[in-house]
């Protein structure tokens, strides 16, 4: 009789599921990051009220750091709908695991 190899738990596919939402939720705060960063590194101001000039190698970026400062705003929304996907995927991750492993299982016997 030949057994059956046993198959292998996507593990990578959850690793995935896991930086992609990572990323998503903390798209907002890395744009404010890099933004603040490039106005503090070159001298500018940069506040929510108004778009300051920013000359950064010649050209004038103020209103893309403007923009990309305000943008932060969208962690309200993508904070908590990246806390609440990885809840899911946790819990889908168990519920998977704990049947493949039971499957596994009824392989073996």
Request: glycine share 12%; hydrophobic share 60%.
């Amino acid at each position: 009789m030949n057994a059956a190899r046993p198959s292998r738990f996507p593990w990578w596919a959850y690793g995935v599921a896991i930086v992609v939402i990572v990323l998503f939720a903390a798209a907002p705060l890395i744009g404010v990051l890099i933004a603040s960063g490039l106005a503090e590194a070159n001298g500018c101001m940069l506040n929510e009220g108004s778009v300051n000039p920013c000359v950064i190698l010649g050209a004038d970026w103020g209103g893309a750091l403007y923009t990309l400062f305000v943008l932060g705003w969208f962690m309200l929304a993508t904070m908590p709908l990246g806390g609440g996907a990885l809840i899911v995927l946790v819990v889908v991750f168990i519920i998977h695991y704990l049947a493949w492993r039971n499957a596994q299982d009824a392989q073996v016997k």
